[in-house]
């Protein structure tokens, strides 16, 4: 028999009441809590390392079955929305459809539709081969989109006392699945063709269902009536969505314009191209866990951790061209290091936005159950499937008008803005909170003072 696992809001309820349950973390997770974490792991792992082979070289690929460069763009950019679409849906409706169910469904789609993406080479170039790819990619996000957003609910859902540590320690495989894609995908295709960086892949990421299948716990909880209009009432949480849009708009606009940049700027093969890539997931897949720690232990350092992530991401696009009124030239050494420095401060941004946001969401009323966790899961995958989309159509586009520099420059400025954003309403919620306190404390004070001494 598998093992179940009761998720409702009143058993959460019940755990915050008894300190022994729920007030402080057992110093040694249950099976229960290693087997969901190595669950958690390969969904993290082998969806992005799926994901990721594009970048070195299908651009290219692309370019040469006839695509310009606004169309690989919006290939990029069809995937980011049906993620979008399915996030929101998925996450509203994880309750009836079923946290397992959906992880494990959201895997056979995706590793099917990477196989099917490999045999794209075959196809005829121009319409038939551009129709497809937005076809398979559409279908792929869905899937995607399914096993992400179960990944995230869950997660939080059984490490409720260490969430941003929990998610952080994910982002190592995610971060791993980011670093060994491109490489991989380069050097493979360099190598061996087009067609099989996706079939070893492909296959790969269909091995993770059956282990997942045997391996995850089944998770049942009471469906909520809340909704995402409500959770999108509060403007710290709109806030930091526009935050989180901004990171994965830029991630985007790498994904779809960072190979060509230095294929043609820095004469790079896609194997190295690869390579360079490193620079980006390599720092975020190191710090994620610290981050998370250190977010865990002191929440107060969310706010500022998002705030300064943004500003350093965005003085990492400003550099990484660089931006043409520096007047600074292009530099293979720079690009790499502001590529570290995107890294470091995309992990620095986006670990505290999941709790913070989760956080609002108790404190306005929403039940803590596993129908608010799919909620937020599927409001954090919707926003940021957003910036996915508007990063390589809106970033293909300057690019090809303009430049890399120039695309690059506008995604800082964007990212700037948003930090500034966030960090003013930060500033000008803190008297607020702090009368809200000291009320707080002098009706406690009233309260227990004796009337006789």
């Known amino acids: 028999m598998e093992p179940r696992v009761e998720l409702s809001g009143a058993a959460d309820a019940a755990a915050k009441d008894d300190p022994s349950a729920g007030a402080?973390?057992?110093s040694r997770m249950s099976r229960q809590q290693v087997l969901t974490l190595i669950s958690m792991a390969s969904v993290n792992f082998s969806s992005m390392i799926c994901y990721s082979i594009l970048g070195p070289f299908f651009p290219t690929e692309a370019v040469k079955k006839g695509a310009n460069q606004t169309i690989v763009g919006l290939i990029f950019g069809c995937y980011a929305v049906c993620n979008l679409i399915g996030s929101l849906v998925l996450g509203r409706y994880i309750v009836q459809i079923g946290a397992k169910f959906m992880l494990v469904g959201g895997l056979f789609v995706s590793s099917g539709c990477t196989i099917l993406f490999g045999l794209l080479d075959r196809v005829p170039s121009g319409a038939c081969f551009i129709?497809?790819?937005?076809?398979?990619?559409?279908v792929d996000a869905l899937g995607f989109a399914a096993a992400m957003t179960s990944s995230f609910a869950v997660s939080a859902k059984v490490f409720p006392n260490n969430i941003a540590t929990v998610l952080g320690s994910l982002e190592i495989f995610t971060g791993l699945g980011l670093i060994?894609?491109?490489?991989?995908?380069?050097?493979?295709?360099?190598?061996?063709?087009?067609?099989?960086?996706?079939?070893?892949l492909g296959g790969f990421l269909l091995l993770m269902v059956p282990f997942n299948i045997y391996v995850l716990p089944n998770f049942e909880a009471d469906p909520s009536r809340d909704s995402f209009f409500r959770l999108l009432a509060q403007p710290k949480i709109v806030l930091i969505c526009f935050v989180i849009f901004t990171l994965s708009s830029g991630l985007g606009f790498l994904d779809a314009t960072l190979?060509?940049?230095?294929?043609?700027?820095?004469?790079?093969?896609?194997?190295?191209?690869?390579?360079?890539?490193?620079?980006l997931s390599l720092p975020y897949c190191l710090a994620s866990p610290l981050l998370g720690f250190i977010t865990d232990k002191f929440p107060a350092t969310r706010s500022w951790f998002m705030v300064l992530g943004g500003v350093f991401?965005?003085?990492?696009?400003?550099?990484?061209?660089?931006?043409?009124v520096l007047h600074v030239p292009s530099q293979l050494w720079l690009?790499?290091?502001m590529l570290g420095l995107i890294g470091f401060s995309l992990g620095m941004t986006a670990i505290p936005t999941f709790p913070e946001i989760l956080t609002c969401a108790y404190e306005q009323g929403f039940s803590e159950g596993l129908s608010t966790l799919g909620m937020v899961s599927g409001m954090f995958g919707a926003v940021w499937s957003m910036g996915m989309f508007y990063g390589p159509t809106v970033g293909g586009l300057i690019t090809q008008h303009l430049s890399f520099e120039w695309a690059a420059a506008v995604q800082g400025g964007l990212g700037c803005l948003a930090a500034l954003l966030l960090g003013l309403h930060f500033i000008c919620q803190r008297p607020q909170r702090q009368r809200a306190s000291q009320e707080n404390g002098v009706g406690r004070s009233d309260e227990t003072t004796p009337l006789l001494d």
């Open 313 to 324: 991401t965005a003085f990492g696009f400003w550099m990484i061209g660089p931006a043409p």
């Open 131 to 138: 129709s497809l790819c937005f076809i398979i990619r559409s």
């Open 24 to 26: 402080a973390p057992p």
């Open 180 to 200: 060994l894609g491109p490489p991989i995908g380069g050097w493979l295709y360099q190598s061996l063709g087009y067609e099989l960086p996706f079939m070893a």
């Open 259 to 279: 190979s060509i940049f230095a294929i043609e700027t820095f004469g790079l093969s896609p194997g190295y191209v690869g390579l360079i890539l490193l620079g």
């Open 335 to 337: 690009t790499i290091c």
